[in-house]
């Protein structure tokens, strides 16, 4: 858990003071309902009750995602149900509470208050497990954007770029758990190999399997595209053990940034 700077609770209203010079007690006033007070955001995970720039830059993220709520720094209602929507997205326990993995798994790689950038953290990892290994590369073309942090955010996985727009294959033997469209991937396919081990092939101009299908290593998944959240044609390769993602390079056969 990672300690965070407190964000104060919102003051309380002060009593009104009673009229001064009138001859017959202060006429009375309607009942108003009390403010709830604020809990102070002191630590990872966030969730209902809390409020701050902490919760206003999850809320961003959540409105980039297309969740329709308000960016104003309260963890209400309306926040619970955008977050345990995306957890169902991203198949994490539906709590509507907002821990690390959640945050760096909608790409927020930090949260920032006062002018100070926290991290988030969670494991994300450069070394693979030495039993994962991809048979080929995926596709043709040079990697254009490494695994990591990229403009703020992690970037899981690495993208191979080709103006051709060639092929894309499945770089290890297994069966298609995912073939459809998915909110910044675009048209993206996940295949299943086994122990918890998945790759991720996504902004597919389009998909040549279906949900179920086993695949042999080779086997084409669809075509380099431009779909989702991309500025070029490319394809953006994950390589994931148990949810966590690597960095897909380490499992890649030597053969130089081109297959």
Known sequence: MV???SVSPVAQASPVPAPEGDAGPAPALA??????????????????GMRGPLVRDMQRELRRRGRAIAVDGQYGSGTVRAVRALQKRFRMPATGTADARFLRRLGLQSLSVAGVSIPVQVTVSDVLPSWVRMDIWPTSGQVTSPFGVRWGRMHEGIDIASNAGPPVVAALAGTVSFAGWESGYGNLVKINHGNGLETRYGHLASIAVAKGQPVATGTQVGVMGSTGHSTGTHLHFEVRVGGTPFNPLGALPARGLSR
Not at 37 to 47: N, Q
Request: charged content about 20%; proline content about 24%.
């Open 3 to 5: 300690p965070l700077p």
């Open 31 to 48: 009942p108003t309902a009390a403010k709830p007070t604020a809990r102070k955001v002191t630590s990872l995970p966030l969730k209902v």
